[in-house]
Each structure stands twice: as structure tokens, then as C-alpha cells.
């Protein structure tokens, strides 16, 4: 609870406040879970205070110093903190919902878990800032900074993320659909501008455009990336686990996916990103319901090696005779009676064949375009 002491001098008005906090700096103000509704705080130095499960929606707390402040779970929603500073405040599980947060500094502030729905952020300062699992759903951040912010399973739902600053961001998994995506800064300040449109993608290209080892770590993906496709049930695990071993072995960067998990269409998707990627594709279809329309999608639309495997005894699924015979990169379906005895011949079976259609296909992207002129149908005309 409040301190009684600290909560009626604050009651008393912000000049009286700051006066007593100027004399005693060295205290800090115990306001957790005080009911300051609507209170006018504007310019209030509460620096430092313990401000916990603290009702301050709809407060006025424009211009006010609560750095370090400790915030957890505290209520602002609707608050007014336009201009205020919250320099390396807790603010996690905060609501802030529909808060006016205009030019705001919250360099260094942790905003996990935070709602911010609706928020107003124009201007703001989230640079260094946790914003993990945050909800800035339809907020405004229109030219926020957030230069080496943390943004794992932000939501930015149909946020307005137009002109931010975003050098050095994190984000991973981030919802950002709907959301206004452009002339996002990637570079220092002290480098040329550079903009992209999408949060996501800003910080891989930006390391694509600084860093060399970025593209060779794209080549080595490209030269020795195996994907391994097929539903991992415990019995069949241990074949697929013994491929991926081999492969190692082999110097080469397998990327296992399993598909034991419903396929939605950003599944899909992102296996036929992999699949554009990789040396070669190996496909266990030994189950009738494992990978159909994953290689339905992903044959037609990339011209990579796939190597489909089965268990002696099992049947392919029905549409796969359809594609093995429209797509020559689709190699014959070899059969195996034991996990040992694949990878005994996977070199030969597998590997060599697949690498042999590989060159084949680069020899065939390279071949010149064939030009024909109408005049060589002129001549008995």
C-alpha cells in the first residue's frame, strides 16, 4: 500500500511536491497502488518513485520526470504523459491503453507485456526499450525511435509505423498486420539514409549491406542446406534423425521440418522459403498423410532437387505419380527397408543423384534464351 505520509504530500500540489523532494532526495516515494485518477501531475518529479499497481488513468502527468520509476502493472490508461521522461521505468503488464504518449522518452524502459492499444506515440524515444509481448495494436508511432529496441511478439496491428528509426532492432514473430510500414530508417544517424518498408526484414538487410559474413553465410546456406520434410511420429523419428546425423557428417546444413502440426498457409510458406534455399530436398513420405500439400505447393514453383524417400511396403500419396511425371527435378522414389541400411547408401542413392540433378538444372538456367525471327517464316510466302 501507499505510503500516507508520501500520498498526502503529493496531494498537497506538484510545487509543494517537488519542493519536499528537492529537500529529500534521498527518499524514495512509496505510491504503489495509489488511487490517482485524474490527478493533475503535470511537471511532478517523481523520479525513482514506487508507483505499482497504481491507478493513474486519465491523470495529467505531461512534462513529469518519473525515470526509474517502478510502474508494474500500473493503470495510465487515457493518461496524458505527452513530453514526460520515463527513462528506464518498469512499466511491465502496465495499461496504457488510448494514453497520450507524444515525444515521450522511454530510452531503456521496460515495456514487456504492456498494453498500449490505441496509444499516441508520434515522436517518442523507445530506443534500448523491452517491448516484448507489448500490444501497440492501432497506436500511433509515427517517427518512434527504436534503435536497438526488443520487439519479440510486439503487436503492431494496424499500427502506424511510418518514419521510425529501427538500427539495431530485434524483432522476432512480430504481428504486424495491417499495420502502415514505410520509410522505416535502418542506418545510424550518422550514416546515408537508408528506408525500407518492412520491420521485419530491416535488420537483415541491413547486415546484408555491412557485413560480409552475412553473404557468406547466405552462399554456405545455399551451397549446403539440405531440407528434410516428413511427419516425425516416435517410430519414424529415428530414421529421420539418423539422415540429419549423416548429413552433418557430411559437412552439409540439414533443416529438419516437421509436419506433425496442421499445415496453415504461413506454414506452407515458409517451407517453400526454405525450399528456395536449399542444395536439394529430401522427403519422407511413408505416411499417405504426410507432406502432400507441402509438395504440391513447393515442386511446380522451385526448380530443387527432391529426393522423396518411403518405407518398403507403403504406397505415396496419390497425386505424387502427377508430379514425378510433370517435374523432372523430382528424382525416382527410392525405397528402403531399414534406417541403417539408407544410410549406408545414402552417398550413392541420395546425395550423388541429387547433386547431379543440381548441376543439371544450373546448366539448364544457363542456357541461352532460344530467339526465333518472323523472316524464317517469310521465305515461301
Not at 512509496?30 to 508507483?51: K, Q, V
Given at each position: 500500500?501507499?505510503?500516507?505520509?508520501?500520498?498526502?504530500?503529493?496531494?498537497?500540489g506538484?510545487?509543494?511536491?517537488?519542493?519536499?523532494?528537492?529537500?529529500?532526495?534521498?527518499?524514495?516515494?512509496?505510491?504503489?497502488?495509489?488511487?490517482?485518477?485524474?490527478?493533475?501531475?503535470?511537471?511532478?518529479?517523481?523520479?525513482?518513485?514506487?508507483?505499482?499497481?497504481?491507478?493513474?488513468?486519465?491523470?495529467?502527468?505531461?512534462?513529469?520526470?518519473?525515470?526509474?520509476?517502478?510502474?508494474?502493472?500500473?493503470?495510465?490508461a487515457?493518461a496524458?504523459?505527452?513530453?514526460?521522461?520515463?527513462?528506464?521505468?518498469?512499466l511491465?503488464?502496465?495499461h496504457?491503453?488510448?494514453?497520450?504518449?507524444?515525444?515521450?522518452?522511454l530510452?531503456?524502459?521496460?515495456?514487456?507485456?504492456?498494453?498500449?492499444?490505441?496509444?499516441?506515440?508520434?515522436?517518442?524515444?523507445?530506443n534500448?526499450?523491452?517491448?516484448?509481448?507489448?500490444?501497440?495494436s492501432?497506436?500511433?508511432?509515427?517517427?518512434v525511435?527504436?534503435?536497438?529496441?526488443?520487439?519479440?511478439?510486439?503487436?503492431?496491428?494496424?499500427?502506424?509505423?511510418t518514419?521510425?528509426?529501427?538500427?539495431?532492432?530485434?524483432?522476432?514473430?512480430?504481428?504486424?498486420?495491417?499495420?502502415?510500414?514505410?520509410?522505416?530508417?535502418?542506418?545510424?544517424?550518422?550514416?546515408?539514409?537508408?528506408?525500407?518498408?518492412?520491420?521485419?526484414?530491416?535488420?537483415?538487410?541491413?547486415?546484408?549491406?555491412?557485413?560480409?559474413?552475412?553473404?557468406?553465410?547466405?552462399?554456405?546456406?545455399?551451397?549446403?542446406?539440405?531440407?528434410?520434410?516428413?511427419?516425425f511420429?516416435?517410430?519414424?523419428?529415428?530414421?529421420l534423425?539418423?539422415?540429419r546425423?549423416?548429413?552433418?557428417?557430411?559437412?552439409?546444413?540439414p533443416?529438419?521440418?516437421?509436419?506433425?502440426?496442421p499445415?496453415?498457409?504461413?506454414?506452407?510458406?515458409?517451407?517453400?522459403?526454405?525450399?528456395?534455399m536449399?542444395?536439394?530436398?529430401?522427403?519422407?513420405?511413408?505416411?499417405?498423410?504426410?507432406s502432400?500439400?507441402?509438395?504440391?505447393?513447393?515442386?511446380?514453383?522451385?526448380?530443387?532437387?527432391?529426393?522423396?524417400?518411403i518405407?518398403?511396403?507403403?504406397?505415396?500419396?496419390?497425386?505424387?505419380?502427377?508430379?514425378?511425371?510433370?517435374?523432372?527435378?523430382?528424382?525416382?522414389?527410392?525405397?528402403?527397408?531399414?534406417?541403417?541400411?539408407?544410410?549406408?547408401?545414402?552417398?550413392?542413392?541420395?546425395?550423388?543423384?541429387?547433386?547431379?540433378?543440381?548441376n543439371?538444372?544450373?546448366?539448364?538456367?544457363?542456357?541461352?534464351?532460344?530467339?526465333?525471327?518472323?523472316?524464317?517464316?517469310?521465305?515461301?510466302?
Amino acid at each position: 500500500m501507499a505510503n500516507k505520509e508520501h500520498l498526502a504530500r503529493l496531494k498537497l500540489g506538484v510545487d509543494a511536491w517537488n519542493r519536499w523532494r528537492d529537500i529529500n532526495h534521498e527518499i524514495q516515494p512509496s505510491l504503489r497502488r495509489a488511487n490517482l485518477t485524474g490527478a493533475d501531475l503535470a511537471g511532478a518529479d517523481l523520479a525513482g518513485a514506487d508507483l505499482a499497481g497504481a491507478d493513474l488513468s486519465r491523470a495529467n502527468l505531461s512534462r513529469a520526470n518519473l525515470s526509474r520509476a517502478y510502474l508494474l502493472g500500473a493503470d495510465l490508461a487515457g493518461a496524458d504523459l505527452g513530453g514526460a521522461n520515463l527513462f528506464a521505468a518498469i512499466l511491465t503488464g502496465a495499461h496504457l491503453a488510448g494514453a497520450n504518449l507524444v515525444r515521450v522518452n522511454l530510452s531503456g524502459a521496460d515495456l514487456s507485456a504492456a498494453t498500449l492499444v490505441g496509444a499516441n506515440l508520434r515522436g517518442a524515444h523507445l530506443n534500448d526499450t523491452d517491448l516484448s509481448e507489448a500490444d501497440l495494436s492501432r497506436a500511433d508511432l509515427g517517427g518512434v525511435n527504436f534503435c536497438r529496441a526488443l520487439l519479440v511478439e510486439t503487436g503492431f496491428e494496424e499500427a502506424n509505423l511510418t518514419g521510425c528509426y529501427v538500427y539495431g532492432i530485434s524483432a522476432w514473430n512480430v504481428n504486424l498486420v495491417g499495420a502502415q510500414q514505410s520509410d522505416l530508417v535502418i542506418t545510424q544517424p550518422n550514416e546515408p539514409v537508408i528506408t525500407v518498408d518492412n520491420l521485419e526484414v530491416a535488420q537483415f538487410i541491413y547486415l546484408l549491406l555491412h557485413n560480409e559474413k552475412i553473404r557468406e553465410v547466405i552462399d554456405t546456406i545455399t551451397s549446403k542446406a539440405v531440407l528434410i520434410l516428413g511427419r516425425f511420429t516416435p517410430e519414424r523419428k529415428a530414421v529421420l534423425d539418423a539422415i540429419r546425423d549423416e548429413l552433418r557428417h557430411r559437412d552439409y546444413l540439414p533443416i529438419v521440418f516437421d509436419f506433425e502440426r496442421p499445415t496453415d498457409r504461413d506454414f506452407t510458406e515458409t517451407i517453400m522459403t526454405l525450399a528456395g534455399m536449399c542444395l536439394f530436398i529430401i522427403a519422407d513420405i511413408t505416411n499417405p498423410k504426410s507432406s502432400p500439400l507441402e509438395l504440391q505447393a513447393t515442386i511446380p514453383n522451385y526448380m530443387v532437387p527432391l529426393v522423396p524417400i518411403i518405407q518398403e511396403g507403403e504406397q505415396p500419396f496419390a497425386m505424387f505419380k502427377d508430379l514425378r511425371g510433370k517435374f523432372d527435378w523430382v528424382l525416382d522414389l527410392l525405397a528402403y527397408d531399414s534406417a541403417s541400411h539408407l544410410i549406408r547408401g545414402l552417398e550413392k542413392a541420395v546425395i550423388q543423384p541429387a547433386l547431379k540433378k543440381h548441376n543439371e538444372l544450373l546448366s539448364k538456367k544457363a542456357e541461352e534464351l532460344r530467339v526465333r525471327h518472323i523472316r524464317d517464316y517469310l521465305a515461301d510466302i
